[in-house]
């Protein structure tokens, strides 16, 4: 058996149904794999009913509902299949769709999930495709959604662009003219709507000294190239609007900036996904802002909005979506200078803060991302926020580099041992991971971690850093 041979069942089961109800996650990954589910379902005569959990945990089980439709969990399920048992679903009337470590548990529930094939970097936006696909080759017209996904939830973030499975479907969007492929483009977030000297004091991967977190700086970089940085009718021109010629010196400037101060610059450069029929200037344009525009949705408890744009809104829920994302940043950045001002707690092998109940959970692990790039980037990140809704639970959110990664951690690991054995339960990423724990044990947990990733460190031959 392989993954084919999983989707092809998956298809099987799913076209003996004519309801089916869609559990998916909140995240980019989650909204955008719910969205070519519903379509290639919808497509097919079958009804669709979508709810939108931010983690299936007790707390949110009352959620799924306890009807006659077949359930399918998007991007989550894998690992809280005690919970779907204990919901009471059956083998008969559950579609697993993942690509997050498997729990077993007494019931074996039907899945189609690339991890244990191997394909770790796939997302279940991926997965939904490769389903999608199966049921009808048609549904090619799906692989930006699919991309939307991997891209959100950091799939070509190592290799800087996809691999694999995930850029075979990039390439299937390709030959239909969906998307438009540029194979060393600048690894930069922002190319489409940023200003370009904004969008390079942004970078930090690679951190260009003199520019990343210096706006001012990278203008002045900028102008002593001589580029031309404004247009009398457009203003600010954003990177995609920079002629090739000039893009090719800022380039060369920039791995000369980076080589100068001792740094590689294999990270300069990365595959960029566009979507040529989507508006200049707008989130639309590239998969990596759409994802975002998705992940401000979700996060601020209107997944269902992402999902109305993934199926071509671009009037009622896009202006929605815009105002939310324009809250969902304005917050992320008092975020990050309450975790600057306030100060982190550095460890041997993290640094951590708790945020009290300041700010939303579902935003805490953006902010300390980006707050990572101005801190000691050589250690993870932990962010513990309260519960409102549960005062006896935390949520502990992670991240951490791609170096850091290199150097043998993973996230995902430690996290969930670590919240496991004080009778939590986490998941996630090597380079990203969360977990709710007991509040009264937060102490405990953030010193399990932490010698929980000096065991990683040392296994990993790199020693104490």
Same mark, same amino acid.
């Given at each position: 058996?392989?993954? =084919?041979?999983?989707?092809?069942?998956? %298809?099987?089961?799913?076209?003996? !149904?004519?309801?089916? $109800?869609?559990? =998916?996650?909140?995240? *980019?990954?989650?909204?955008?794999?719910?969205?070519?589910?519903?379509?290639?379902?919808?497509?097919?005569?079958?009804?669709?009913?979508?709810?939108?959990?931010?983690?299936?945990?007790?707390?949110?089980?009352?959620?799924?509902?306890?009807?006659?439709?077949?359930?399918?969990?998007?991007?989550?399920?894998?690992?809280?299949?005690?919970?779907?048992?204990?919901?009471?679903?059956?083998?008969?009337?559950?579609?697993?769709?993942? !690509?997050?470590?498997?729990?077993? =548990?007494?019931?074996?529930?039907?899945? /189609?999930?690339?991890?244990?094939?191997?394909?770790?970097?796939?997302?279940?936006?991926?997965?939904?495709?490769?389903?999608?696909?199966?049921?009808?080759?048609?549904?090619?017209?799906?692989?930006?959604? *699919?991309?939307?996904?991997?891209?959100?939830?950091?799939?070509?973030?190592?290799?800087?662009?996809?691999?694999?499975?995930?850029?075979?479907?990039?390439?299937?969007?390709?030959?239909?003219?969906?998307?438009?492929?540029?194979?060393?483009?600048?690894?930069?977030?922002?190319?489409? $709507?940023?200003?370009?000297?904004?969008?390079?004091?942004?970078?930090?991967?690679?951190?260009?000294?003199?520019?990343?977190?210096?706006?001012?700086?990278?203008?002045?970089?900028?102008?002593?190239?001589?580029?031309?940085? +404004?247009?009398?009718?457009?203003?600010?021109?954003?990177?995609?609007?920079?002629?090739?010629?000039?893009?090719?010196?800022?380039?060369?400037?920039?791995?000369?900036?980076?080589?100068? !101060? &001792?740094?590689?610059?294999?990270?300069?450069?990365?595959?960029?996904?566009?979507?040529?029929?989507?508006?200049?200037?707008?989130?639309?344009?590239?998969?990596?802002?759409?994802?975002?525009?998705?992940?401000?949705?979700?996060?601020?408890?209107?997944?269902? %909005?992402?999902?109305?744009?993934?199926?071509?809104?671009?009037?009622?829920?896009?202006?929605?979506?815009?105002?939310?994302? $324009?809250?969902?940043?304005?917050?992320?950045?008092?975020?990050?200078?309450?975790?600057?001002?306030?100060?982190?707690?550095?460890?041997?092998?993290?640094?951590?803060? !708790? /945020?009290?109940? +300041?700010?939303?959970?579902?935003?805490?692990?953006?902010?300390?991302?980006?707050?990572?790039?101005?801190?000691?980037?050589?250690?993870?990140?932990?962010?513990? /926020?309260?519960?409102?809704?549960?005062?006896?639970?935390?949520? /502990?959110?992670?991240?951490?580099?791609?170096?850091?990664?290199?150097? &043998?951690?993973?996230?995902?690991? *430690?996290?969930?041992?670590?919240?496991? $054995?004080?009778?939590?339960?986490? &998941?996630?990423?090597?380079?990203?991971?969360?977990?709710?724990?007991?509040?009264? =044990?937060?102490?405990?947990?953030?010193?399990?971690?932490?010698?929980?990733?000096?065991?990683?460190?040392?296994?990993?031959?790199?020693?104490?850093?």
């Amino acid at each position: 058996m392989g993954l =084919s041979d999983d989707v092809r069942a998956a %298809v099987r089961e799913l076209s003996s !149904h004519p309801e089916v $109800t869609i559990i =998916s996650h909140i995240d *980019a990954d989650g909204i955008s794999g719910e969205a070519v589910l519903a379509q290639a379902l919808m497509r097919e005569g079958i009804r669709v009913t979508s709810v939108f959990v931010r983690q299936l945990e007790p707390l949110t089980m009352g959620q799924v509902p306890k009807d006659d439709s077949f359930k399918i969990f998007c991007d989550l399920g894998a690992g809280q299949q005690n919970l779907l048992e204990e919901h009471g679903l059956s083998t008969e009337e559950v579609l697993i769709i993942d !690509h997050h470590v498997s729990q077993d =548990s007494g019931t074996a529930y039907q899945q /189609v999930n690339c991890l244990p094939y191997g394909h770790t970097k796939l997302s279940a936006a991926g997965v939904a495709y490769l389903v999608a696909r199966e049921l009808d080759s048609a549904n090619t017209d799906l692989a930006p959604l *699919a991309v939307v996904g991997n891209v959100g939830d950091m799939m070509a973030r190592e290799d800087c662009g996809l691999v694999g499975l995930a850029r075979d479907i990039a390439y299937e969007g390709a030959a239909r003219g969906l998307i438009e492929i540029r194979a060393r483009d600048l690894n930069c977030y922002g190319i489409s $709507t940023r200003p370009l000297h904004v969008c390079l004091s942004y970078n930090d991967d690679p951190f260009i000294p003199g520019i990343s977190n210096n706006a001012p700086g990278a203008q002045k970089f900028l102008q002593r190239l001589g580029i031309p940085l +404004r247009d009398p009718i457009k203003g600010w021109l954003v990177w995609e609007e920079i002629p090739d010629e000039d893009r090719k010196r800022i380039t060369s400037a920039l791995a000369q900036q980076l080589l100068a !101060h &001792g740094e590689g610059i294999s990270r300069l450069f990365a595959e960029s996904y566009l979507f040529p029929d989507e508006p200049e200037r707008t989130p639309l344009r590239n998969a990596q802002e759409f994802a975002t525009l998705l992940n401000s949705c979700g996060r601020w408890s209107r997944p269902g %909005v992402g999902g109305s744009i993934c199926r071509g809104d671009r009037g009622i829920a896009y202006r929605q979506a815009e105002h939310m994302l $324009t809250n969902h940043r304005a917050i992320i950045r008092e975020l990050l200078h309450y975790i600057l001002d306030t100060g982190v707690t550095e460890l041997s092998h993290l640094q951590y803060i !708790h /945020v009290g109940n +300041r700010y939303p959970d579902t935003i805490v692990g953006i902010g300390a991302g980006m707050a990572l790039s101005k801190l000691n980037m050589d250690k993870p990140i932990l962010i513990m /926020v309260e519960q409102p809704e549960d005062p006896d639970l935390t949520k /502990v959110s992670m991240r951490t580099t791609e170096r850091v990664v290199g150097r &043998g951690i993973d996230l995902q690991q *430690a996290i969930t041992e670590a919240s496991s $054995t004080l009778g939590g339960a986490g &998941g996630g990423h090597r380079i990203a991971a969360g977990a709710f724990i007991p509040r009264e =044990s937060e102490q405990e947990f953030v010193r399990h971690v932490n010698e929980l990733l000096a065991g990683q460190y040392a296994n990993a031959g790199a020693g104490r850093r």
